[in-house]
């Protein structure tokens, strides 16, 4: 059974920044004795959350709650978005209907 080991947050951002500056995580990985799946998940955590460091529950439950938000309100917007163009559609017909000389 394979033992995992625990590195510390401050180790992880030096490990990316490393990687940054060498352009190359499997140069990194192999440096420094880790695997480069998990130097590619620690990039991938940065890039998401501007952090390595692991958020405790509640603060992720609020950020679940926030995107969850975010999303409603994205889609009111779009629907809402929707019909304001299709009443401006109606509106230039019937002015172009007044505007004309001897509509029928």
């Given at each position: 059974?394979?033992?995992?080991?625990?590195?510390?947050?401050?180790?992880?951002?030096?490990?990316i920044?490393?990687?940054?500056?060498?352009?190359?995580?499997?140069?990194?990985?192999?440096?420094?004795?880790?695997?480069?799946?998990?130097?590619?998940?620690?990039?991938?955590?940065?890039?998401?959350?501007?952090?390595?460091?692991?958020?405790?529950?509640?603060?992720?439950?609020?950020?679940?709650q926030?995107?969850?938000?975010?999303?409603k309100?994205s889609?009111?917007n779009?629907?809402?978005?929707?019909l304001?163009?299709?009443?401006e559609?109606?509106?230039?017909?019937?002015?172009?209907?007044r505007?004309r000389?001897?509509?029928?």
């Amino acid at each position: 059974m394979r033992q995992t080991r625990q590195y510390s947050d401050e180790f992880k951002e030096q490990i990316i920044r490393e990687c940054q500056e060498v352009g190359n995580v499997s140069v990194v990985s192999r440096r420094h004795d880790i695997s480069a799946n998990t130097i590619h998940t620690w990039i991938k955590k940065y890039r998401e959350c501007g952090t390595v460091k692991a958020m405790n529950e509640s603060s992720a439950s609020v950020e679940q709650q926030a995107l969850k938000q975010l999303q409603k309100v994205s889609t009111e917007n779009d629907r809402l978005k929707r019909l304001v163009a299709e009443k401006e559609l109606e509106l230039a017909i019937l002015r172009d209907l007044r505007d004309r000389v001897n509509p029928k």
